[in-house]
């Protein structure tokens, strides 16, 4: 696997311009673009997976290489290197934003994803799990249960692996061990 900027099939945004990254690109089994921050609402997202994505996919499959894009639940910098910026500058809203990643992965054509990421709690990107009331100003999970974005990944598993239908509705919280 080779991690590449969002960029890098047009050679254009975060990525290097030079033609010999495809080559590079082509040495590895699987492309796996970073994207957190690529884009920072559900609109976004729809917009980054037709732009990026669905092409992408393309790409890889015409040059024999798996595609698995990077997903996230959501982003926050408040604690990151002393920027400030808002708390949970991209907003959870209570799986919503994670799930239509997952469901813009899988119409785009992925059968693999990434969750960015398990412990980043300082970047508002963890989904281990989470109290409602951490200390400082961390970002909760919003009343949802403590192991709601765990539970939230093991149900993309189950759509990347077609064993449960899209569906644009963010499966509920069902109990706080999700039998």
């Known amino acids: 696997m ?4 969002t960029g890098w099939r047009s050679l254009d945004r975060d990525s290097l311009s030079d033609p010999e990254l495809h ?18 609402d559900i609109k976004g997202v729809a917009s980054h997976a037709d732009e990026y994505w669905k092409p992408d996919v393309s790409w890889c499959a015409k ?7 990077v997903v996230f639940p959501g982003f926050s910098r408040y604690y990151h290197y ?4 808002k ?3 991209i907003p959870r809203l209570k ?14 054509g992925c059968n693999m994803i990434y969750v960015a990421m398990f412990d980043e ?14 200390p400082g100003r961390f970002l909760t999970y919003e009343g949802l249960p403590s192991d709601y974005y765990l539970y939230l990944a093991g149900q993309a598993g189950k759509l990347i692996r077609d064993e449960i239908p899209l569906t644009y509705t963010v499966p509920p919280p069902v109990t706080s061990d999700h039998k």
């Not at 080779?2 to 900027?5: D, R, S």
Request: aromatic share 10%.
């Open 121 to 134: 709690v300082d970047e508002g990107t963890a989904i281990f799990k989470c109290t409602n009331q951490p």
């Open 95 to 108: 799986g919503k934003f994670f799930w239509s990643q997952i469901v813009a992965a899988k119409k785009a």
């Open 23 to 40: 080559n590079v690109l082509k040495l590895a089994d699987v492309v796996s673009p970073w994207t957190p921050g690529r884009y920072r």
């Open 82 to 85: 002393g920027r400030g910026e």
């Open 87 to 89: 708390l949970g500058a």
């Open 63 to 69: 040059h024999g290489l798996d595609y698995m894009p």
């Open 2 to 5: 080779i991690g590449a900027p």
